[in-house]
């Protein structure tokens, strides 16, 4: 039997309908409308469409949010102050700063200045640290997004053989630190692959739940996989491009998984499509922590 889809449009939008009454809630209780500031830096068309898609969803679940964009040749000094400005902006609850950044700019130095008290994106220093402690605040937003997608879709964590393949700092070790607390929804036993594995197939048949981070498609085949397993697919590749079914003169990115998703179906018992499994969670989780954020004033 074809597994089951964990279809991450339908978890996303169960989710974004408990922020709103959360955000309701706030405003009505203590006066409060959770702030999101985001800052993008030149005209990349992929970071565009990131940020306006994260500043409208949050005008759809009743929160502010305000787009800062700065031309592409910003130097590094106007954008540390602008994010000194936004620190210290009461109304201000979540910074976001969309990377990539110019090449001029640090990335590492902009993203360390944010107060971590408003790093919704969970990558300072700080809150990887209080990740790793099992006291996170605001984990960052695709392995959130992963954890809730196993989580709801009813799939048992504890006691668990998870692999990961992929260890970067911002899907594959949060994920695995994240699913090895002793915490519901964790509790699991984790193994994390990445390219100086011996036969990584070894270690992705004894998975109870497979979490794949590699970056490029058919990663995992259906060989790979244990059959009853869970898969969730973090991938997201552009193998070619059509017309778009709204507007058939217009382009649109095909896009493909990490995984071989049409012969791994037929092994697993659940798993995620590409698009609309992980990708619409990361954003939901975004909005999460900033309303998480705003309660830190309460
Ligand atoms: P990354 O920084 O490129 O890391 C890829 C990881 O996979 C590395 O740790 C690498 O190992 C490992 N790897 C590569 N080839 C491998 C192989 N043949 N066998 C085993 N391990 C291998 O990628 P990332 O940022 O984690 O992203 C991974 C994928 O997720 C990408 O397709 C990306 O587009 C997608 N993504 C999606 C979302 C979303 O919201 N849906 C968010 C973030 C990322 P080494 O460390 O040894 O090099």
Redesign the pocket.
Same mark, same amino acid.
């Given at each position: 039997m074809p597994a089951e889809i964990i279809s991450g449009k339908d978890v996303a939008k169960a989710i974004r309908a408990e922020l709103k009454e959360e955000v309701a809630e706030l405003k009505e209780k203590h006066g409060i409308v959770p702030g999101l500031a985001t800052v993008l830096v030149g005209e990349d068309p992929a970071s565009i469409s990131y940020v306006t898609a994260k500043n409208k969803t949050c005008k759809d679940l009743g929160m502010n949010s305000k787009q800062h964009t700065l031309p592409a040749d910003t130097s590094e000094e106007d954008l540390l102050k602008l994010v000194d400005e936004l620190n210290n902006d009461d109304a201000v609850n979540g910074i976001l700063v969309q990377l990539p950044l110019p090449k001029h700019i640090d990335e590492a130095k902009v993203l360390y200045a944010i107060d971590p008290d408003k790093d919704v994106d969970g990558f300072h220093p700080v809150n990887v640290g209080r990740l790793v402690i099992g006291e996170e605040r605001f984990p960052p937003c695709?392995p959130a %997004?992963i954890q809730e997608l196993i989580v709801r879709s009813g799939t048992p964590t504890e006691g668990a053989e998870v692999v990961v393949?992929?260890?970067?700092n911002?899907?594959?070790k949060p994920i695995s630190i994240m699913l090895l607390q002793k915490k519901a929804g964790a509790n699991a036993t984790v193994t994390v692959?990445?390219?100086?594995?011996k036969n990584?197939a070894e270690h992705t048949k004894r998975a109870d739940i497979l979490i794949v981070?590699?970056?490029?498609p058919k990663?995992v085949t259906a060989e790979m996989v244990k059959p009853g397993a869970t898969v969730i697919d973090? %991938?997201?590749?552009r193998v070619g491009e059509k017309p778009s079914k709204k507007d058939p003169n217009k382009m649109v990115a095909i896009l493909e998984g990490?995984v071989d998703f049409e012969a791994v179906k037929e092994v697993a018992a659940k798993i995620t499509p590409v698009p609309g499994g992980?990708?619409p969670m990361?954003i939901t989780m975004l909005l999460k922590n900033t309303v998480k954020a705003a309660k830190l004033k309460l």
């Amino acid at each position: 039997m074809p597994a089951e889809i964990i279809s991450g449009k339908d978890v996303a939008k169960a989710i974004r309908a408990e922020l709103k009454e959360e955000v309701a809630e706030l405003k009505e209780k203590h006066g409060i409308v959770p702030g999101l500031a985001t800052v993008l830096v030149g005209e990349d068309p992929a970071s565009i469409s990131y940020v306006t898609a994260k500043n409208k969803t949050c005008k759809d679940l009743g929160m502010n949010s305000k787009q800062h964009t700065l031309p592409a040749d910003t130097s590094e000094e106007d954008l540390l102050k602008l994010v000194d400005e936004l620190n210290n902006d009461d109304a201000v609850n979540g910074i976001l700063v969309q990377l990539p950044l110019p090449k001029h700019i640090d990335e590492a130095k902009v993203l360390y200045a944010i107060d971590p008290d408003k790093d919704v994106d969970g990558f300072h220093p700080v809150n990887v640290g209080r990740l790793v402690i099992g006291e996170e605040r605001f984990p960052p937003c695709t392995p959130a %997004g992963i954890q809730e997608l196993i989580v709801r879709s009813g799939t048992p964590t504890e006691g668990a053989e998870v692999v990961v393949v992929g260890r970067s700092n911002i899907v594959g070790k949060p994920i695995s630190i994240m699913l090895l607390q002793k915490k519901a929804g964790a509790n699991a036993t984790v193994t994390v692959c990445h390219t100086r594995t011996k036969n990584i197939a070894e270690h992705t048949k004894r998975a109870d739940i497979l979490i794949v981070a590699a970056g490029f498609p058919k990663a995992v085949t259906a060989e790979m996989v244990k059959p009853g397993a869970t898969v969730i697919d973090v %991938g997201v590749n552009r193998v070619g491009e059509k017309p778009s079914k709204k507007d058939p003169n217009k382009m649109v990115a095909i896009l493909e998984g990490d995984v071989d998703f049409e012969a791994v179906k037929e092994v697993a018992a659940k798993i995620t499509p590409v698009p609309g499994g992980v990708g619409p969670m990361t954003i939901t989780m975004l909005l999460k922590n900033t309303v998480k954020a705003a309660k830190l004033k309460l």
